[in-house]
């Protein structure tokens, strides 16, 4: 039985082992950005690292599409699994921050519901979130597979729904209290 996903897997796997190939520095593709690989090849490494941490976590709720038989293809052309989020430019290490933080606070707090006034995270936590829901809207947008996925993984996007869901109640008694 013909597996599309796999085929497409290893396509690019084809092509990042030909790039590696006529490069003499692994990671000079992560250094120069999206454009020494091509956008969809670069960001299909970073998911590559998002799925092996994944799998390294065991998570249950976010089940990685990773297998040894990929980590070992991978390994055996030299991929580096540390490099993405700490050698990106610009944007991504900005975000990471911003991730890391996000992470910490969950540990102390125990959720992510950031207020919108929290100085360091407020902000972001709500500039995340309303692209989440332009995604969710079916627009377009900037947001990585492996942004989504690292969310994800904190519970990020459930929370979001719950959160418009009280609201929508909390509207719907307001507007039923008024009528009455």
Not at 44 to 53: G, M
Not at 77 to 102: C, S
Not at 133 to 154: H, V
Request: proline fraction near 3%; charged fraction near 40%.
């Amino acid at each position: 039985v013909w597996d599309y996903q796999e085929w497409i897997w290893n396509k690019r796997y084809e092509a990042l082992e030909e790039y590696y190939k006529g490069s003499s520095h692994h990671d000079k593709a992560i250094d120069a950005g999206p454009d020494a690989l091509g956008t969809d090849l670069y960001h299909w490494c970073d998911l590559q690292r998002v799925e092996y941490s994944l799998y390294r976590r065991n998570d249950k709720k976010n089940k990685s599409k990773m297998t040894p038989e990929r980590i070992e293809k991978l390994e055996s052309i030299g991929f580096d699994w540390e490099l993405g989020y700490t050698k990106q430019i610009g944007r991504d290490i900005g975000w990471v921050e911003k991730f890391e933080l996000l992470k910490e606070y969950k540990e102390e707090h125990g959720h992510v519901r950031v207020p919108r006034n929290h100085p360091q995270l407020g902000n972001w936590v709500y500039r995340q979130r309303s692209i989440y829901k332009q995604l969710m809207r079916g627009e377009k947008t900037f947001m990585p597979e492996y942004r989504r996925s690292e969310l994800d993984a904190l519970g990020f996007f459930d929370e979001i729904t719950t959160e418009d869901d009280r609201r929508k109640r909390k509207k719907g008694k307001e507007t039923r209290n008024t009528m009455a």
